[in-house]
Each structure stands twice: as structure tokens, then as C-alpha cells.
């Protein structure tokens, strides 16, 4: 079996020289097109529909499931996705260190608060989960207690 010298042979090094430098253009070519695409979902909001996707109610009623003779309210997370998504890639575009890919302004001032809002996030799915848990294990009667206490709880408290 013969063994390639290819230390020697300057034809074989131009080679990988060239197949490198198609590899490094082809994965910039990838980057910047990646980049180009995640400016543009983010490019459908503005600062003031950023404020409003941060205003929205945390926890939202699901729609109704009866569970036997009774219908049982569940809660379910409303906290937006997609800046969770959009404040995740940020970080990613952020650890490129690179001039070429800056992430806006509004992206980097929501982007210090991240952590933030990833602890509220799981934070309001452990009680969404403790809440429809507690609502299932209810029976009748006392699921009809406990919505008559919150009747009564929130006429005291408007």
C-alpha cells in the first residue's frame, strides 16, 4: 500500500488552500445569511410593538376542558416565544464578536435582562403546572368551593 507524500507536492497544498478558503467563504456565506434572516423577523416589530409584546397579560385562562359534570378552568403561560427566541439568538450573535453582525439596539436592551426573563419564564410555567395540577385533583364539590371563593375574594378585593 502506498502512502501519499503530500508535504512536498505544492499542487496538493494550493488544493486544500483553496478547498479551505470555498469552506470559510461558504460558512460566512451561511452566517450572513442567517443574520440577514433573523434581522428580518425582528425587523416585523417595532419599539413600541416590542413594549406592547412585553405589557401582555403573563397568564391567560386555556380554553375550557370538561373533566366529567364539571368544566375545570386551566391556566396556561402567555409569555411570548418569540422573544424568547429573539433573546436567545441574540446571545449567540452577541458570542460571534464580530463587526459584522451587531444586533440592534432594542435586541441589546432587552438582551441585558435575559436571564430575567428566562427565570420569569420558568418561573410562571412551575406555578401554571402546580395550578392545573391542583385544579385536576379536585373533585366536583370541592372545585365548586373553590370557585366560589374566588368570586367572593375578587369582589372584595375590586
Same mark, same amino acid.
Given at each position: 500500500m502506498e502512502v501519499c507524500d503530500a508535504t512536498n507536492d505544492s499542487t496538493f497544498d494550493d488544493n486544500i488552500e483553496a478547498v479551505y478558503c470555498e469552506l470559510q467563504e461558504a460558512l460566512l456565506t451561511f452566517q450572513t445569511q442567517k443574520y440577514e434572516d433573523w434581522l428580518e423577523t425582528f425587523s416585523n416589530f417595532d419599539s413600541s410593538q416590542l413594549q406592547l409584546r412585553l405589557e401582555l397579560p403573563i397568564l391567560r385562562k386555556s380554553e375550557k376542558a370538561t373533566e366529567g359534570r364539571i368544566n375545570i378552568r386551566k391556566i396556561e403561560s402567555n409569555f411570548d416565544n418569540d422573544l424568547l427566541s429573539?433573546?436567545?439568538?441574540?446571545?449567540?450573535?452577541? !458570542?460571534?464578536?464580530?463587526?459584522?453582525?451587531?444586533?440592534? %439596539?432594542? *435586541?441589546?436592551?432587552? @438582551?441585558?435582562? !435575559?436571564?430575567?426573563?428566562?427565570?420569569?419564564?420558568?418561573? %410562571?410555567? *412551575?406555578?401554571?403546572? @402546580?395550578?392545573?395540577?391542583?385544579?385536576?385533583?379536585?373533585?366536583?364539590?370541592?372545585?365548586?368551593?373553590?370557585?366560589?371563593?374566588?368570586?367572593?375574594?375578587?369582589?372584595?378585593?375590586?
Open positions: 429573539i433573546l436567545s439568538e441574540s446571545s449567540f450573535w452577541e !458570542k460571534m464578536d464580530n463587526d459584522m453582525f451587531i444586533a440592534p %439596539i432594542q *435586541i441589546l436592551g432587552l @438582551a441585558h435582562q !435575559k436571564e430575567n426573563f428566562f427565570a420569569m419564564n420558568e418561573h %410562571i410555567n *412551575i406555578v401554571v403546572r @402546580a395550578y392545573n395540577d391542583l385544579i385536576c385533583d379536585l373533585n366536583g364539590t370541592e372545585y365548586v368551593y373553590l370557585v366560589q371563593l374566588w368570586v367572593h375574594s375578587t369582589a372584595v378585593f375590586t
